[in-house]
């Protein structure tokens, strides 16, 4: 039987990463699970994004013109690590990062998304098959 995580082994643990080749690039991106403060930093970013572009849409003489993030590239600069475990890349990379081809880019979201949540996608497909 296992033992009774304390309080101390539960916030001793970090996000785990994996490697994922790019075999178009002929290179390996290293993915970082999101810890909390990642993901509320991701979704944030995506749900503020979105609504500035809806102000606009709805308003523009009264509002900036703010261009839709694409989920995937915020997504890259919010789990694409360095060797240091170090992220990458910032929202300010991102003009710079949509010039990269979408088939690689999507490549690395769906690692990302893959690692995120696996532990809950396979529990639901174990759900299904029991019926």
């Known amino acids: 039987m296992a033992k009774l995580a304390s309080k101390s082994f539960l916030l001793s643990q970090k996000p ?9 690039w002929d290179a390996t991106v290293r993915l970082e699970q ?10 944030t970013t995506l749900q503020d994004n979105a609504k500035a572009v809806a102000a606009y849409n709805k308003d523009p003489e009264n509002n900036s013109e703010v261009e839709l993030l694409d ?16 992220l990458m890349f910032s929202l300010d990379d991102i003009p710079e990062l ?3 081809p979408y088939a690689q880019v999507q490549q690395i979201y769906l690692g990302m998304l893959s690692m995120a949540y696996s532990g809950a996608i396979t529990k639901d497909i174990e759900a299904e098959k029991k019926g």
């Open 71 to 86: 989920e995937a590239l915020v997504g890259m600069v919010f789990s694409v690590v360095d060797e240091n475990g170090d």
């Open 34 to 43: 999101f810890n909390v403060e990642r993901r509320v930093a991701f979704t």
């Open 98 to 100: 949509k010039k990269l």
């Open 16 to 24: 785990r990463s994996t490697e994922l080749f790019v075999p178009e």
